[in-house]
T-cell receptor, first 113, second 110 residues
């Protein structure tokens, strides 16, 4: 089974802190994604990557950056956390090469105080 | 207009009922259609996947796509309390990220 793991299930940070969310997949997938999920707004794509050291902006990249130094690992960085970044963050991966659906991790519930 | 629209519900049905969940989409280039199920405080998991128009059945679940009307449906037969979850539809052209609906929260009451 594909496994996508996220470094924390729950995280509480202060406004202005730099926050790192880590995601690792164990199936040699080409593509990785970061989403946030909020009530009434659904899943929104923040950033994605189709290859190592490559990144593309999604629908809501403002206030976020990403890093993909290794194929299996995709990090989401909140440079200066704000209260409006309190959300559920979901990482996903997909094989590429004809398989179009995403495999999701369990999510990180981030609260910014 | 959002590319994939989905009624958020909530939808509450008695155990054993047939459930119909629906989405519409606006991008005629979409070729792949998916349904995800998400239990509370968990990540979404792929439930059904369909390419182009047509039906696909898997046990109690049937996914249906009508490209002429840009309509995506998921039917659940003999619904069970364990089916209580949020259901998300998603679509893509195939070489772009998935576009998700907002999800429909379903409760199946025993």
């Amino acid at each position: 089974d594909v496994k996508v793991t996220q470094s924390s299930r729950y995280l509480v940070k202060r406004t202005g802190e730099k926050v790192f969310l880590e995601c690792v997949q164990d199936m040699d997938h080409e593509n990785m994604f970061w989403y946030r999920q909020d009530p009434g707004l659904g899943l929104r794509l923040i950033y994605f990557s189709y290859d190592v050291k490559m990144k593309e902006k999604g629908d809501i990249p403002e206030g976020y950056s990403v890093s993909r130094e290794k194929k299996e690992r995709f990090s989401l960085i909140l440079e200066s956390a704000s209260t409006n970044q309190t959300s559920m963050y979901l990482c996903a991966s997909s094989p590429g090469q004809g398989t179009v659906w995403d495999f999701f991790g369990p999510g990180t519930r981030l609260t910014v105080l | 207009q959002k590319e994939v629209e989905q009624d958020p519900g909530p939808l509450s049905v008695p155990e054993g009922a047939i459930v119909s969940l629906n989405c519409t989409y606006s991008n005629s280039a979409f070729q792949y259609f998916m349904w995800y199920r998400q239990y509370s405080r968990k990540g979404p998991e792929l439930l059904m996947y369909t390419y182009s128009s047509g039906n696909k059945e898997d046990g109690r679940f049937t996914a249906q796509v009508d490209k002429s009307s840009k309509y995506i449906s998921l039917f659940i037969r003999d619904s069970q309390p364990s089916d209580s979850a949020t259901y998300l539809c998603a679509s893509t052209r195939g070489n772009t990220p998935l576009v998700f609906g907002k999800g429909t929260r379903l409760s199946v009451i025993a």
